[in-house]
């Protein structure tokens, strides 16, 4: 643990937040949550990454933490202070199995990836095929990161079987993949539909019902969308486990 970065961190947390925040994350021990917002937590990694750069490196060397806040603040940091996106890919690979948590995972934002979207989607194929042990916020961070990067003028109908591909039953994994089948279906319809379409689904029952409530939901998708989308629902299956 870096003392001063811990005492730092907890001179920025709100009380009231950190019940809130416990329930946002329930794999996280509360004892390890401070209860520090994100704006707050962003702005102290900018700042750290910009005035205490060796400190901001040296924390990044240990790929583990105490606290919630300081697992996210590393996150943060990656994004920050990587220049290039195999730099991001020897961080990323030895922070991610440490990972215990989807808030953690998901706000990790690395801008050097667009330096190099073909590198970036070789190394999202190597995270979403990770298995055993500590890899389900891999496989996770995999998924977010195609979501986030490859469904606008960087995607290709290949990338939906990725995805499709994925048979985890971590609750974690399967919202993620939910959540892109949903953007997909918003973004990417043409593509994205004939898959939702098929009988028998490709798709886990759970997954494939999910992905089409949350387009349904989203305000970007007309009335006649979101009935048809209603349409393609198919019978209940098991809940993915949590």
């Known amino acids: 643990m870096n003392d ?18 416990a329930k946002l994350v329930p ?16 702005r102290y990694a900018r700042s750290l990454a910009r005035t205490r750069p060796e400190e901001a ?36 690979d030895a922070f991610l199995p440490h990972v215990d948590n989807w808030a953690t995972c998901d706000l990790i934002r690395v801008p050097a990836f667009k330096k190099n979207l073909p590198a970036v989607l070789a190394k999202i194929r190597s995270w979403i095929s990770a298995t055993g042990p500590c890899t389900e916020y891999v496989v ?8 986030e990067l490859f ?15 994925i048979k985890r ?24 539909l004939p898959l939702f379409q098929e009988r028998p689904p ?14 349904r939901e989203s305000r970007r998708i007309t009335a006649e969308q979101k009935a048809m989308l209603q349409e393609l629902k198919v019978a209940s299956g098991k809940r993915a486990k949590r």
């Not at 001063?4 to 925040?21: G, S």
Request: aromatic share 10%; charged share 25%.
């Open 202 to 215: 490709r798709l886990d029952t759970w997954t494939h019902n999910k992905a089409l409530q949350k387009a």
């Open 57 to 92: 490196r040296s924390f990044l060397a240990s790929p583990a933490h105490d606290l919630y806040e300081e697992m996210s603040l590393h996150g943060e940091l990656i994004g920050l202070m990587s220049k290039t996106p195999e730099e991001a890919f020897e961080l990323l």
């Open 4 to 21: 001063d970065i811990a005492r730092e961190l907890a001179a920025l947390a709100d009380p009231a937040y950190q019940a809130f925040q």
């Open 169 to 192: 039953d971590e609750y974690y994994i399967n919202m993620a993949r939910a959540w892109y089948f949903s953007f997909a279906l918003i973004k990417q319809p043409g593509a994205t």
């Open 140 to 147: 996770r961070f995999g998924v977010v990161q195609l979501m």
């Open 151 to 165: 469904l606008d003028d960087a995607f290709e109908p290949s990338q939906l079987d990725l995805v499709a591909a």
């Open 27 to 42: 794999t996280v021990d509360p004892t390890r949550i401070l209860g520090v917002r994100t704006p707050d937590l962003r």
